[in-house]
C-alpha cells in the first residue's frame, strides 16, 4: 500500500507498478464522494503476496500495524458504551408505551 497526497500521484504509482507487471488499483475512500479532501484518503493498493516486492520498486518503508493505544481503546468503548445505553432507552421508550 501506498498512502499519496493527491489522485494524480496516486496515479503515477498504480501506473509505475503495473508497468513491473504488479496488478494496482487506487483507492478514493471518501474523496471519491467528494466528502473530504484528498489528503490522507487515497490509497493504492496491491495484492498482498507482491506488497514487499511493490515496497522495494517504490524504495518505500513497509507500514507496521499496530494495536490500538489506550486512548482508542478507551474511545471505542465510551462509544459502545453510549450505543448500548442509548439503545435501552430507546427500548424502555417504546416499552412504555
Known sequence: MAFPN?????????????ADGIAARVDRGLHGS??????????????????EQAHKIL???RREESAPGPFARLAITLLVLALVVGLVAIVLTVATR
Not at 496516486?10 to 501506473?15: D, K, L, M, R, T
Not at 467528494?34 to 506488497?51: C, F, K, N, Y
Open 6 to 18: 493527491d489522485e494524480t500521484t496516486a496515479g503515477v504509482i498504480a501506473s509505475r507498478l503495473r
Open 34 to 51: 467528494w466528502q473530504v479532501p484528498s489528503r490522507g484518503h487515497i490509497t493504492v493498493l496491491v495484492d498482498e503476496r507482491v506488497a
Open 59 to 61: 524504495g518505500t518503508p
